[in-house]
């Protein structure tokens, strides 16, 4: 009855484009947004004090803000190049545990949806929805047995109603319930 899949192998880490995109994007303004933030707040920490510094056989005085304001814009630049890279690539690997159960179980979903009770949505152990495909599972297959338990009913009550006379208009609607079984349900 239940049909047999090999378990699903995923071979593409860009399942749902636009929620992957979407989900990195923001992850990165988030990083941005705070080595802005770091950068101000060490700028306006320092905005009270002096720096010297020796260039050029010369000492210089100077704000401590203006000292160091192109070495900590260079340093976030760099960190937050770094960082945005490394993020990119542990939000798609994450956001593929998410997007990858995701656009299989709508497209089993959609299966079952169709009428099609033998259908098994299988997702890999680690996948982060495989409780919720189980439970939907179960519900198809109980719906299953429920439509097949209805469909030998009226099986019998097709062979018991001429042995019992029954009226002809209860015969044909016995058929058209039977035909409408078998039209809506893979069982």
Same mark, same amino acid.
């Given at each position: 009855? /239940? %049909? =047999?899949?090999?378990?699903?192998?995923?071979?593409?880490?860009?399942?749902?484009?636009?929620?992957? &995109? #979407?989900? $990195? +994007?923001?992850?990165?303004?988030?990083?941005?947004?705070?080595?802005f933030?770091?950068?101000?707040?060490?700028?306006?920490? /320092? %905005? =009270?004090?002096?720096?010297?510094?020796?260039?050029?056989?010369q000492?210089?005085?100077?704000?401590? &803000? #203006?000292? $160091? +304001?192109?070495?900590?814009?260079?340093?976030?630049?760099?960190?937050?190049?770094?960082?945005?890279?490394?993020?990119?690539?542990?939000?798609?690997?994450?956001?593929?545990?998410?997007?990858?159960?995701?656009?299989?179980?709508?497209?089993?979903?959609?299966? $079952?949806?169709?009428?099609?009770?033998?259908?098994?949505?299988?997702?890999?152990?680690?996948?982060?929805?495989?409780?919720?495909a189980?439970?939907?599972?179960?519900?198809?297959?109980?719906?299953?047995?429920?439509?097949?338990?209805?469909?030998?009913?009226?099986?019998?009550?097709?062979?018991?109603?001429?042995?019992?006379?029954?009226?002809?208009?209860?015969?044909?609607?016995?058929?058209?319930?039977?035909?409408?079984?078998?039209?809506?349900?893979?069982?």
């Open positions: 009855m /239940s %049909q =047999n899949k090999k378990p699903y192998k995923r071979k593409h880490y860009f399942i749902k484009k636009t929620f992957q &995109a #979407t989900f $990195i +994007l923001k992850f990165c303004l988030i990083i941005l947004l705070g080595a933030l770091s950068t101000v707040l060490l700028l306006i920490l /320092s %905005q =009270n004090t002096l720096t010297s510094s020796f260039h050029q056989s000492l210089t005085i100077k704000n401590t &803000a #203006t000292a $160091i +304001l192109p070495s900590v814009i260079l340093t976030n630049l760099i960190t937050l190049g770094l960082i945005s890279l490394a993020a990119i690539v542990i939000i798609l690997f994450i956001s593929h545990k998410i997007a990858g159960p995701m656009f299989r179980l709508e497209k089993d979903i959609k299966e $079952i949806g169709k009428g099609n009770l033998t259908n098994k949505i299988i997702l890999r152990k680690k996948d982060q929805i495989t409780e919720l189980e439970e939907i599972n179960k519900m198809t297959e109980s719906y299953h047995k429920k439509i097949l338990d209805i469909q030998t009913r009226v099986e019998d009550l097709l062979e018991l109603a001429p042995k019992q006379n029954a009226p002809q208009e209860l015969i044909e609607g016995l058929h058209h319930l039977q035909q409408e079984i078998n039209n809506n349900f893979k069982t």
